[in-house]
């Protein structure tokens, strides 16, 4: 039997089988689960990503330029506040639908979706969710409409050790006195604000950290240059982040974020939000890569035929699909169901995929795979940063193992 007709057969029996009488495609849409909402959202994305976004990402990543434009329309579309409560000026949508957003814009412009992904994960979820009503008028109405929001965890000498910060948090009559070092703060030169974790009592380790939100043009906050980095300026480089110096920075007491021994916990706990954000980013990118492949795999010809037709061509497409599918169904999982478990499984494998998925199509492309004239080689650069920000891969693994054994009361 030809393989077609093989296929065709055990379709058509598998789906008899189950009683289920679907085409292909339903049965993908079946699978995902999406609803009328998150489906709308998924087309609304894929064409604002195909249209806006993919034929200028090449461009805005060798220029390092931020996508200004691009923003400012996807903030008239409502998805720079997309879980954000409606009274803020937010869609009120659920995590899956912001993740689909996020992959969706990751997969035209990796920049552009990671930008998406910190201010809405890490930060405006941050406020919506645990800010005070005072907090919310000043730092999140405005941050649905234009304002960009950042947030400033790691420090030079702490990035996966966490408890281990060094800015410090002095008291002062009504206000708290913010002095240190934060690296790597993303957009923090478009931002107005930031998320700010420092220690009031070192002693205390984590329980002696508080969350501050600190406006970005409060006197004595300092931005440092933009980091040099491959791939999204961060690790795409129409991202920009520096360094954020705060010197003797004065932030009223009603800027705290809960109690002040409450910072670490609230850190962690957004960056099981976050890492759904860069699980779906890399998916993303993922899937730009695995379009990439196909699409000139089709139209290069070698040895008389077109490169599909060569076996180990074939294989290593059929590998990346496996390797997108995987990563996204993991994601979405995550999205539904938020734990840390959860969201470091799908980020832990998102982000090796993305890196496997592009080295792939740097290898379909042969020498054009390193040429910046195609975009297989940003495809490389832009995943190979998701194993890193929003915590490396070595500590996801961690996490999981360590939830594996509680679950299985084998600590
Ligand atoms: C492009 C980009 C954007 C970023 N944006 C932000 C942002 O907006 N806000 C922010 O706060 N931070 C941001 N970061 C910082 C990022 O989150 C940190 O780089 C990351 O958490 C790792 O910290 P580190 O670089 O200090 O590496 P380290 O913590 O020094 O780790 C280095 C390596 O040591 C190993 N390692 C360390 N600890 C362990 C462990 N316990 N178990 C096993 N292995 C371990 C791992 O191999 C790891 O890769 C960004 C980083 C980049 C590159």
Redesign the pocket.
């Known amino acids: 039997m030809a393989t077609s007709a093989l296929i065709q057969s055990t379709k058509l029996c598998f789906y008899t089988l189950q009683g289920v009488k679907a085409t292909a495609s339903q049965c993908r849409a079946f699978t995902t689960k999406l609803t009328d909402q998150q489906q709308y959202i998924q087309d609304l994305c894929r064409n604002f990503s195909k249209n806006n976004l993919k034929p200028n990402a090449s461009k805005l990543d060798l220029a390092g330029r931020f996508p200004f434009d691009e923003i400012k329309k996807l903030t008239d579309l409502g998805l720079m506040g997309a879980n954000v409560d409606e009274e803020y000026g937010g869609l009120g949508l659920d995590y899956l639908s912001l993740a689909i957003a996020v992959e969706e814009l990751s997969r035209g412009c990796a920049s552009t979706g990671?930008i998406v992904s910190?201010h809405n994960f890490?930060y405006a979820n941050l406020v919506n969710e645990k800010g005070t009503q005072e907090q919310k008028e000043q730092f999140l109405r405005d941050f649905t409409k234009g304002s960009i929001g950042?947030?400033?965890?790691?420090?030079?000498?702490?990035?996966?050790?966490v408890a281990s910060i060094k800015t410090k948090a002095r008291e002062d009559g009504n206000y708290w006195v913010l002095r240190g070092k934060?690296?790597?703060?993303?957009?923090?030169i478009e931002g107005s604000a930031t998320i700010v974790?420092a220690t009031f009592d070192p002693e205390l380790k984590h329980k002696g950290i508080a969350c501050f939100l600190v406006p970005l043009d409060a006197e004595g906050v300092f931005r440092g240059k933009k980091?040099p980095?491959i791939?999204?300026?961060?690790?795409?480089r129409a991202?920009t982040?520096c360094d954020l110096t705060l010197e003797d920075v004065r932030i009223p007491k009603s800027y705290v974020v809960g109690e002040p021994g409450d910072g670490f916990r609230i850190a962690m706990e957004q960056l099981d939000q976050g890492r759904i954000g860069i699980a779906a980013h890399a998916v993303g990118i993922a899937q730009a890569a695995l379009d990439t492949a196909i699409n000139y795999a089709k139209e290069r010809v070698a040895f008389g035929k077109s490169l599909t037709r060569l076996p180990s061509v074939k294989d290593r497409l059929t590998d990346m699909s496996i390797l997108v599918e995987t990563a996204r169904l993991l994601t979405y999982r995550a999205a539904t169901n938020v734990s840390t478990k959860n969201s470091a499984m799908a980020k832990y494998v998102a982000g090796r995929n993305a890196a496997a998925v592009a080295d792939h199509c740097v290898q379909i492309l042969g020498g054009r795979g390193l040429s910046t004239d195609y975009d297989a080689e940003r495809h490389f650069r832009d995943a190979r940063?998701t194993?890193?920000?929003?915590?490396?891969?070595?500590?996801q693994?961690?996490l999981i193992g360590h939830f594996l054994l509680k679950e299985n009361d084998a600590l």
Do not use: N
């Open positions: 990671m910190i890490l950042c947030f400033s965890l790691s420090e030079p000498g702490a990035g996966s050790d934060k690296s790597w703060v993303s957009s923090a974790f980091e980095i791939g999204v300026s961060l690790c795409h991202v982040a940063g194993q890193i920000y929003g915590g490396v891969t070595d500590i693994k961690r």
